[in-house]
């Protein structure tokens, strides 16, 4: 089988890009009847249950999958604010479920002409990273990726789409848990529009269940709906982030109207690898998506499904150790530096990597991988633990399309600045420091006009027919592991979605092994230090997201959000097809 897997990776590479129809106005749409193929059902998984029900609501309305993801995503922006906004960035990935091919989505917020390296280079013992204010800032992308996706696979107009969204931050939504515990660990900075949203009149954070209403984000929402998503890019919202920015409290920035029109979206045939089951598929750089492939491949090579609890933590260690190396190493903007992943993705470099996992020993902390083609003087630089909230969403249509999508700011309420109640991000958080010494080089560095890595990796899994298998999200460091332990239990282990992500979290983005508390997991730590591993048991907020295809020939689906996070799922057989009579293009 993995034979016809490495072919079916060739197909998707010459064929992806290929299934964008030309673009068109969304303002004149005919009429079109739209049925549900009864070879699929659908399913919808997200991190808020609002966002579920918005996804939901336009599928029964007869919307494909692009559309539920959208106002999904929109509605994640009123409902998550700590980890998603308008003027954020993300990836996406989508499966055209008749060509059986799935494309690749990245928008990564770009840095403005005016960001200077200086600010991230290390003064004396630490770094001092742009976290929060102006200089944080970079020119937000996300709007620009739904209005690609919207052409390229939807059928609804954008009212329909940003309807729900608009309502919420309209009416109201509660402050999440994670939010609240969000909002006591960062700043916000003062007179920049967020501490009037988040704050109350003593400048206390709100508590959870707090109603937050955001009128000025629903007047921007319903500009969406009216008049399409390039509302952030000029006019009055446009000129609002330049100012908020410009004229910051904290590390203002000078921006321009053509640094906002200059973010750009990256359509391209995903990354991909073979594994014994499936080929699976990710976004490419500056997204973790090579990363996840390469642990997902690296795990795949070294282990079976009659591998034993104590041997599959031990080699998921070393495969995630190995795989976020390499990342630290090598992932960056493939526009400013050379995209080395194409040949850390290779099979017989991928065999050669794995080598060193072993069942009797932890090798310890290994080195990034050698290769002819990286810049002299490149060097790793230290560890960071780059763990941004994301908001996700993954959508399986009744006609087997599939949309997989992940939000990011960068850092908790992104730059701590709102400009017409829109968060902006914190991007220019995601670049490390230039090296200290002339002649050593950080592939991750900052630069005018530069992607800074994208800590976020939808990926999508297909079978030797191309047909979808699963999709699932993560992020952070540690989403390696987290979407190789997801994958594999589905693929190896026969999980149902609920079950693979019920399993315990291990990671290695450090020294550390960490193994997931209150779980079986911790029960093997001592073990694992018998051969080398140092680990931690230790609290782990995955959020994951995963839909699987059941394997029962009903092409019907599992869907699953992970209960350390507030995300919800929902499913529907294919035994009552939906069929609206909905506008759309023809």
């Given at each position: ?6 072919g ?19 303002a004149a749409q ?21 966002a ?22 929109l ?29 690749a989505?990245v928008?990564?917020?770009q ?22 204010g ?7 992308s996300?709007?620009?990726m ?32 994670f939010?609240?515990k ?16 988040f ?33 952030l890019?000029?006019?009055v919202?446009?000129n ?29 045939a995903?990354?991909?690898v073979a ?39 031990n ?5 995630h150790?190995l ?5 630290r ?27 060193p996992?072993?069942?009797t ?47 990011t700011?960068s ?15 914190a ?14 080089l ?5 630069e ?24 699932a ?6 989403a ?11 693929l ?63 092409g ?11 995300g ?19």
């Open positions: 089988m993995s034979g016809r897997i490495t079916l990776i060739a197909g998707i590479a010459l064929l992806a890009l290929s299934l964008a129809p030309t673009a068109q106005s969304f005919p009429q079109v009847r739209v049925e549900g193929d009864p070879a699929a059902g659908a399913a919808v998984a997200s991190d808020d249950q609002a579920t029900d918005a996804a939901w609501a336009v599928l029964e309305a007869g919307g494909t999958a692009v559309d539920a993801a959208i106002a999904g995503a509605t994640l922006s009123v409902t998550m604010p700590h980890a998603a906004s308008l003027a954020g960035g993300g990836a996406a990935m989508r499966y055209d479920g008749k060509a059986r091919q799935v494309v989505y928008a990564r917020e840095a403005p002409a005016a960001v200077n390296p200086e600010w991230l280079k290390p003064l004396g013992e630490k770094p001092a990273p742009a976290l929060i102006g200089r944080s800032f970079g020119a937000p996300l709007l620009s739904l209005e690609r996706l919207h052409t390229d696979g939807g059928l609804l107009p954008w009212s329909m789409l940003a309807e729900r969204a608009e309502q919420l931050a309209r009416v109201g939504v509660p402050l999440s848990e939010a609240a969000s909002l006591k660990r960062v700043y916000l900075v003062k007179r920049g529009g967020a501490q009037e949203i704050l109350d009149n003593t400048g206390t954070p709100q508590p959870a269940g707090t109603i937050i209403r955001n009128r000025e984000l629903a007047a921007v929402l319903a500009a969406i709906g009216r008049d399409g998503p390039t509302v890019s000029g006019g919202a446009g609002a982030i330049i100012r908020a920015i410009s004229e910051s409290r904290i590390d203002p920035m000078p921006i321009t109207l053509d640094d906002l029109e200059q973010a750009k979206v990256v359509v391209a995903p990354a991909c594994l014994s089951r499936a080929a699976l598929c990710g976004p490419p750089a500056p997204t973790l998506g090579p990363a996840v492939l390469q642990a997902a491949a690296l795990f795949d090579r070294t282990t079976t499904g009659e591998a034993s609890a104590f041997d599959w933590t080699r998921m260690a070393q495969a150790r795989a976020i190396t390499d990342a190493h090598f992932l960056t903007d493939p526009d400013f530096f050379p995209d080395l992943y194409p040949a850390l993705l290779e099979p017989r470099r991928l065999d050669r990597r794995a080598r996992i072993s069942a020993r932890n090798p310890g902390r290994p080195g990034a991988s050698r290769l002819s083609k990286a810049p002299r003087g490149l060097t790793t630089p230290r560890d960071r633990r780059m763990n941004p909230p994301t908001a996700s969403i993954i959508v399986v249509d009744q006609t087997g399309h599939a949309v997989a999508l992940s939000i700011l850092h908790p309420y992104g730059a701590g600045i709102a400009a017409r109640g829109v968060i902006l991000n991007t220019n958080a995601g670049f490390d420091g230039a090296h200290a010494r002339q002649g050593y950080v592939a991750n560095s900052m005018p006009g530069k992607r800074a890595a994208l800590f976020a990796a939808p990926v999508m899994a297909l079978d030797q027919d191309r047909r979808l298998v699963l999709a999200t993560s992020s952070g460091l540690n390696p592991a987290y979407l190789t332990k997801a994958v594999s239990a589905t190896l282990y026969g999980k149902t979605a609920k079950g693979a992500l019920g399993a315990p979290n291990v990671a290695s983005a450090t020294r550390l092994t960490e193994l997931e508390g209150r779980t079986p997991a911790e029960r093997l730590a001592d073990q694992l230090d018998d051969i080398g591993h140092r680990s931690r048991v230790r609290k782990r907020e995955s959020h994951l997201l995963l839909i699987s295809r059941r394997n029962d020939g009903t019907n689906y599992d869907a699953a959000a992970d209960q350390r996070g507030l919800t799922a929902r499913t529907r057989d294919r035994v009552q097809p939906w069929r609206k009579l909905v506008p759309g293009r023809g």
